[in-house]
């Protein structure tokens, strides 16, 4: 397996200073910053809120399946990642990232305002191919095995009824990887993902000031070029994650 980082969509290299900057800016600044206007749902899906009260148990099993589908199915490409190459590796994760992750509401939230500019038709194929990333960003990094194992730690019921379930990627002799996994319950009733925080980095916030760099400097159809520019990257081979 590649070092594993953050699945997250890497800017051209000029790019990245500023949104470094621009994160550590907001971190800094938002203890000072007057207090926010109050966000919907969709727009603070990703953010870190108090804990709640418990939660039913067979709610926490359920997200907590969630998160173990995903957890086994890696397990089980990187396994077998060189007989599968990169092809086989997409077409077994791509049902259970697709079920497990709930794109639409994750596209919302990373667009932010830019996401009620575009037509009912640009939002769907947005969705389509932030899919197509996410599912080439695994199949992609998840490329080898040598003994990693996924365990649980912990599991924080928080407000608004969503859930946080918190585990790690172990690693023989390197360090482990905390993978906590934001849940919501969705409008069918079952329980997917809404964000990954790798190390205490939350994906979700990285991707929203990444975008919205890109869009304001460039505009939506070069995000759209770049995201598609991306795939084809990783499914030649030619993009290497950075390091842990």
Not at 128 to 149: I, Q, W
Not at 208 to 215: D, F, G, Q, S, T
């Amino acid at each position: 397996m590649r070092e594993w980082n953050t699945p997250e969509f890497t800017l051209p290299g000029a790019l990245r200073p500023a949104i470094l900057v621009l994160c550590l800016v907001t971190a800094a600044a938002g203890a000072q910053a007057p207090a926010p206007e109050p966000e919907p749902a969709a727009e603070s899906a990703g953010a870190a809120e108090p804990a709640a009260g418990p939660a039913d148990p067979a709610q926490f099993d359920a997200a907590a399946a969630t998160v173990n589908r995903l957890h086994e199915t890696l397990l089980g490409v990187m396994q077998k990642a060189g007989e599968m190459g990169y092809a086989g590796r997409y077409r077994e994760l791509e049902p259970v990232i697709a079920a497990g992750f709930d794109t639409p509401l994750i596209v919302k939230v990373i667009l932010s305002r830019h996401w009620t500019d575009l037509n009912p038709q640009q939002q769907s194929d947005f969705i389509t191919l932030f899919r197509r990333l996410s599912v080439a960003t695994y199949a992609s990094r998840f490329n080898g095995y040598d003994r990693e194992t996924f365990s649980e730690l912990s599991r924080e019921a928080l407000n608004r009824g969503r859930l946080l379930i918190k585990t790690e990627l172990q690693r023989p002799e390197k360090k482990p990887v905390r993978l906590d996994y934001l849940m919501h319950k969705a409008g069918d009733g079952q329980w997917r993902i809404i964000s990954v925080i790798a190390n205490g980095v939350n994906d979700l916030s990285l991707k929203r000031a990444e975008y919205a760099v890109v869009i304001k400097e460039r505009g939506f159809d070069a995000l759209v070029a770049d995201i598609q520019n991306k795939i084809k990257e990783m499914e030649s081979g030619v993009t290497e994650p950075e390091a842990l």
